[in-house]
């Protein structure tokens, strides 16, 4: 032990360390010593939701459009405002631990995890029983963690609708998916048709993963959306793109093993999507087109 | 889509989540959206010029940040209203341009398809 560290006066364990929505999980607490002069001790279960926010200033304000000009004109020293990453604590249950004689020596409790429990991950939320112990002196803040997993059976989910991102529908582009939910790292195998409404030039189609983080603070200034695209797989660099001839393209589009599932929690959220573009050949002005469809990512195994 | 099951009465209910800025709306100081209430586009430059809507560029920064910004903002105050003269000078000038080249079309407008007329001339 070094000579300005401390060794924690109290550890909060929680078992199971992995738990699904309406588990019940324990978390016990375990003293060195005896804490002494204490007023009240509590655990509070909950999570911890990270988030992006707009840190300072208006966003849609003049200044933050003459920022965004100076940036494109190359000045990207300049900046007004700007999201920052954040956290905060979100509180589910609070359970008041019994001290005798002014004296904190441990306890336990049982918590039932939430059906609607977001699923812990790095982006979005990292589960926790919190002790709290305050005293005459210094303190006692120290927290467990456990991890939340969803399964196929947690969630209830629908086919979500396609979305058409960019392109003026010259081709009707849709995604057809087996299942809305699907397991991280399990393969998707979809089919897309292609409809063209005229003659085109030849196509050049592929598929991805999109991730998106909304940000939705209770107080802060939400930040813009996040997104992330995964690696692009390529379906046909020369598709004929005849009016009235439906094409249709069958794809397996990995997702990731360790990907983040769905999850809403209270500053911010996940969402999926398997999205589609075309490009169409030559210098022509047929414009992109870019379509999406929502899918739910769980993780459980 | 639903992504989570319903509630179940035996627990406790989800915490209500916040708003995204989509969902919160165009995030502008008041004297700036008195300035884009403005119909009349004379009306606009001038209130652009405003040294209300200049300060106002500091709102939502903390307290000591805010009053360094509007220090700096009342020096660049000149030349904030040099760039809205600029601005206005070269808006007045094209619209007067075109104003003169597109006189014909109006008045074909008016004459053949007077409501499509009356509803531009709202905008």
Known sequence: MGLFTRSAAAEVGVAPSVASPTQTVQATVTTAKPIDKVTSASLDWGYTNFYRYHWAGRADSA????????????????????????????????????????????????????????????????????????????????????????????????????????????????????SPVYRAGETISGHITLTPQLDLPDGDLAVSW????????????????????????????????????????????????????????????????????????????HSTERVRRPIVVVNAP | MTAVQPPNPNEPPPPERGLTREERGRDISAAQAEVEAETSARKKFLKSMSPRLVLSQADGYPVVLKQFIQFCLIIIYPAWVFAVLVGGAFYFAFYGVFWVLFWPLRAWMKKNRPEEYAASKKK
């Open chain 1, 63 to 178: 200044a933050a459009a003459a920022n965004d000009s100076m940036w494109l004109m190359g000045e990207v020293g300049t900046n007004y405002g700007g999201d920052r990453d954040t956290e905060d604590w979100v509180s589910v249950t609070k359970v008041d631990l019994p001290i005798g004689t002014r004296e904190f020596t441990g306890g336990s409790s049982t918590f039932r995890v939430p059906s609607w429990a977001p699923a812990s991950s790095e982006p979005l939320a990292r589960w926790s029983c919190r002790l709290t112990v305050e005293r005459s002196g210094r303190d006692v803040d120290t927290r467990g963690d456990f991890t939340v997993v969803i399964g196929t059976g947690d969630v209830v989910a629908e086919e979500g609708p396609l979305e058409r991102v960019a392109g003026s529908g010259e081709t009707v582009i849709d995604i057809a998916l087996p």
């Open chain 1, 210 to 285: 999109q991730r998106q983080r909304q940000s939705h603070p209770l107080v802060k200034s939400p930040s813009a959306v996040g997104e992330l695209d995964g690696r692009i797989v390529p379906l046909g660099k020369r598709i004929p793109l005849r009016a009235g001839t439906p094409v249709a393209l069958p794809f397996a589009l990995p997702l990731p093993p360790d990907a983040a599932p769905t999850a809403t929690a209270v500053h911010s959220s996940l969402s999926w999507f398997v999205q589609a573009r075309m490009f169409y050949a030559g210098f022509t002005s």
